[in-house]
């Protein structure tokens, strides 16, 4: 099955610098790769997804970019503030029925006034 | 907010009971998936329910069980519950079975003891 790796576990920015997380996934058949941010006491909120067909996506102040030849895929957050501060999930997900979504281990993002 | 709501918020059993947790999906969609997160972990997919019926399960053992109901709302059954049971459970909806894009409620926190 699927597997994906996520670093780095923690991370700490001052507010205003930019943070980048890091993924990648095993199994050349995933085709969709969602980011979550979750909250202390929350269910996971989708930030932003990437489809295989697209190499970069922005958002307002974030980006993910994917690298299907290399099978990983980046998360971007520019002039971070502290309400960024969360754990975000990358997930990755292949074609099939139940398209069921395979998480990372979770990013622990600390942003510093 | 998703529109997908979850009860109860937080749960104490024993080793040994039954739980029973229950989702509403989001207005629309028909697919419901169910998800384990441990304390400091990414989610791992339990299974998933399309027009009230099993559509993919991930590696979890038969005691855990589900439901989908005509009005698309699901039900996570637990038997003979475990120390290791304690989590986080996240149900998650999408608008089809062939959807890869999960929206997540806020997820029910089960304690065992």
């Known amino acids: 099955g699927e597997n994906v790796e996520q670093h780095p576990s923690t991370l700490s920015v001052q507010e205003g610098d930019s943070a980048v997380i890091k993924c990648t996934y095993s199994d050349s058949a995933s085709n969709y790769f969602p980011w979550y941010k979750q909250e202390l006491g929350k269910g996971p909120q989708l930030i932003i997804d990437i489809r295989s067909n697209v190499g970069e996506k922005k958002d307002q102040r974030i980006a993910v970019t994917l690298n299907k030849t290399a099978k990983h895929f980046s998360l971007h957050i520019t002039e971070t503030q502290p309400e960024d501060s969360a754990v975000y999930f990358c997930a990755a997900s292949m074609v099939g029925s139940a398209r069921q979504l395979t998480f990372g281990s979770g990013t622990q993002l600390t942003v510093l006034p | 907010e998703t529109g997908v709501t979850q009860s109860p918020t937080h749960l104490i059993k024993t080793r040994g009971q039954q739980v029973t947790l229950r989702c509403s999906s989001q207005s629309g969609h028909n697919t419901v998936s169910w998800y384990q997160q441990a304390l400091g972990q990414g989610p791992q997919f339990i299974f998933q329910?399309?027009?009230?019926?099993?559509?993919g399960r991930g590696n979890f053992p038969p005691r855990f069980s589900g439901l989908q109901f005509p009005n698309y709302s699901s039900e996570l059954n637990v038997n003979a519950l475990e120390l290791d049971d304690s989590a986080l459970y996240l149900c998650?909806?999408?608008?089809?079975?062939?959807?890869?894009?999960?929206?997540f409620g806020p997820g029910t926190r089960l304690t065992v003891l």
């Open positions: 329910y399309y027009r009230e019926e099993e559509n």
């Open positions: 998650a909806s999408t608008l089809g079975a062939g959807d890869a894009l999960q929206y």
